[in-house]
């Protein structure tokens, strides 16, 4: 069902790729960590287990072993960090010095890594930081740009100084977990091969499989405007001014003929009235690295199954004003790019996620059915680069411009030199007792955390989530929403990170925390991540200690042993950090 409505919407992007995926899923790329063996014991017993292998999981696996605690991080995924190391080197920072703990200790191993001149194999740092315009952070020794080989190579080396024992595997779905009542007891993988019991478990997956396993309710999709009394919720046509495509343009197979109908990926209407919610996703993306470099470039060639018909709006898009910014060329070190989405028509692929006639969307996808939905994105981003850089319909400067681009040979060698990372920017959302949403990232009166275990501070930012014919009947893109916080970094609840007790005692959520689509839109940033990562493994550690339910760690003891660990829990006013 999912890879015929895929092919409605953008026919030919299914199954390039597809192969290779799911031989990288067993291959479990280039990691030197701690792995447990295939012939380990089938039951494992330990007192954290950690489920994911984001840059969440990584830190709460740190800091559990630095608790003293046995962990197990259970990895799902064929490249370990999450988007981290697949591509998102231009870190979204919001503000640096709200960054503390493992966070930082990561991107000041970062600057080490950089102030040596054997890591500059391809320019200088001198010269890349007058290229960059980015500079790192002398003063504290922090660095927030850099490649995905060497994010990977940090990740290991922090993971194998604490020790943590590392399977990969995923949940069974359904059926992946074992509860007595509201206690989680054991986390069984698909292939039927490994079982962990433990006293404590932490969901750190983009996805939220494990919390979803364990019964604890979710929410998918974006909240009516009347849920929170939140301004920016819903359906966004009248704000969807960014990221938008040029006016006028025609929706039609054949401009000007309804019958001969919409071109891949347009929908019929919005859906709704602005405020309205629904259960559409905000779109993906690979974050694709890129370099200018010839020696160390592969060209990105034409992809299986290309047709010049799901291409159309980007070449009428083109014929309408949109001559640049088809994606983004962030500069990394050694002439590479963390390649994003930044424009009408550029890397997202907007609406490939879901389709809400079918009944399916990511999140809730089965394995196989996500891995056709992975390579239905990396085929549209290939034929992205292929149609900028031959089509003859695109402008000669146009394709001169964007032809310099390619893969580069020493990065992600065993997926063709694309990341195997999709960039999944939101899926479940947990639904606890407590819930952020925007008034908490704005401050206002009344909406201040008294529990903060972390900060964030990036825009409440989402990417579209459809394109649809306006009443005048040209395509706009909506759902794009870019909002800083009004009083700077804020502080996030833990009660965000743990689930209603009735539903889990001993589970913890530090990335799909429980926030409307709109609050969650700041908090999903990378060193978020980290930050609540770790604090999850601190408050497993205290429960653990303690004999209590994730729902009573003593916060006042939780808040300590955070400071004494270097997180940062709020920013005083003319605070400054040495």
Known sequence: MIRSSI??????????????????????????????????????????CIYGGTSAGITAAIQASRSGKTCVLL????????????????????????????AREFYHRIYQHYARASAWTEESRARYVARCGLRPDEKHQLMFTFEPKVAL??????????????????????????????????????????????????????????????????????????????????????????????????????????????LPGIRASAGGKDGEGDQRLQAFCYRMCLTDVASNRVAIAKPAGYREIDFELLLRAIEAGQTQRF?????????????????????????????????????EASYRQRAEIDSAHRTFQGGLVWTLQHHPRVPARIRRAWSAWGLPLDEFSDNAHWPPGLYVREARRMVSDFVIT???????????????????????DSHHVQRHVTPQGFVQNEGDIQVAPRLGPYGISYRALIPRSSEAENLIVPVCVSASHVAFGSIRMEPVFMILGQSAAVAAAIAIDDHAPVQKVSYSKLRKILLEAGQILELKENQTRE
């Open 7 to 48: 092919k409605k919407h953008f026919a030919g992007v299914i199954g390039f790729g597809l192969a290779l995926l799911m031989l990288n899923f067993s291959a479990r790329a280039e990691s030197k960590t701690n792995t447990v063996p295939k012939d380990s014991p089938a039951r494992i017993e330990t007192q954290i």
């Open 75 to 102: 990895n799902p995924d064929s490249r370990l960090g999450g988007l981290t190391s697949n591509g998102l080197g231009w870190t979204d920072l919001g503000e640096p010095d709200a960054i503390g703990g493992i």
């Open 153 to 262: 190579i940090v990740f290991e080396e922090m993971l194998r100084d604490a020790s943590v024992k590392i399977i990969p595997g995923r949940i069974k779905r359904p059926g992946g977990v074992r509860k007595s009542g509201n206690h989680l007891q054991e986390l069984i993988t698909d292939d039927g091969q490994t079982i962990i019991a433990a006293e404590q478990f932490i969901d750190a997956t983009y996805e939220g499989d494990l919390l979803a396993e364990a019964g604890v309710s979710f929410t998918i999709g974006r909240e009516a405007r009347e849920k929170y009394q939140e301004k920016l919720a819903g359906i966004q046509t009248a704000r969807a001014t960014k990221n938008q495509l040029p006016d006028g343009i025609d929706p039609y197979v054949i401009p000007g003929k309804s019958r001969s109908g919409l």
């Open 327 to 363: 994606f983004k060329l962030s500069p990394l070190p050694n002439r590479k790019t963390d390649s994003n989405n930044d424009a009408g028509f550029s890397t997202d692929f907007i609406g490939g996620n879901y389709d809400l006639a079918q009944g399916w969307n990511y999140a």
């Open 438 to 460: 925007e008034h908490e990232v704005h401050q206002e009166p009344g909406h201040i955390a008294a529990d903060p275990i972390g900060m964030g501070g990036y825009n409440m």
